[in-house]
């Protein structure tokens, strides 16, 4: 797939903000990554969740995981059961999504953002 300056700028702007967003607020960078990709570049919500899984593995959460262990606010044992724990949820979690239809996943991924954003702004 041949790239324009268009998208090459798209997502050089999606990148930029998805690391800004997730390494100040600890989210996940997928919380940008997908909707941006699905909706400013056209990729299904398969390839724009397979595409934001390749780009948050090891090398951009280590970054941001070295900077808060230096500053001392990693929990080393919780962070090793959660590690291993997600590897197993996301194994299965990846095997069902690629047969799902897409607009069953987009529709999904919008209720857990819209759910998560309201519990987040309402409880005090």
Same mark, same amino acid.
């Not at 700028?9 to 909707?35: D, K, T």
């Not at 951009?60 to 262990?69: E, G, T």
């Not at 991924?109 to 759910?115: K, T, V």
């Given at each position: 797939?041949?790239?324009?300056?268009?998208?090459?700028?798209?997502?050089? *702007?999606?990148?930029? =903000? &998805?690391?800004?967003?997730?390494?100040?607020?600890?989210? %996940? /960078?997928? !919380?940008? +990554?997908?909707? @941006?990709?699905?909706?400013?570049?056209?990729?299904?919500?398969?390839?724009?969740?397979?595409?934001?899984?390749?780009? *948050?593995?090891?090398? =951009? &959460?280590?970054?941001?995981?070295?900077?808060?262990?230096? %500053? /001392?606010? !990693?929990? +080393?044992?919780? @962070?090793?059961?959660?590690?291993?724990?997600?590897?197993?949820?996301?194994?299965?979690?990846?095997?069902?999504?690629?047969?799902?239809?897409?607009?069953?996943?987009?529709?999904?991924?919008?209720?857990?953002?819209?759910?998560?954003?309201?519990?987040?702004?309402?409880?005090?």
């Amino acid at each position: 797939m041949d790239m324009n300056v268009i998208q090459l700028i798209s997502l050089i *702007i999606i990148g930029l =903000v &998805a690391g800004l967003v997730s390494g100040s607020m600890g989210v %996940g /960078g997928g !919380i940008i +990554i997908i909707p @941006a990709l699905v909706l400013f570049l056209g990729l299904s919500q398969q390839q724009a969740q397979g595409t934001s899984i390749a780009v *948050i593995s090891v090398p =951009v &959460a280590a970054v941001a995981a070295f900077n808060y262990y230096k %500053g /001392g606010f !990693i929990n +080393i044992k919780f @962070a090793a059961i959660i590690i291993l724990t997600f590897v197993v949820g996301a194994y299965f979690g990846s095997k069902m999504a690629v047969h799902l239809p897409a607009k069953t996943l987009q529709k999904s991924f919008g209720i857990l953002l819209l759910l998560v954003g309201i519990k987040m702004i309402f409880t005090k």
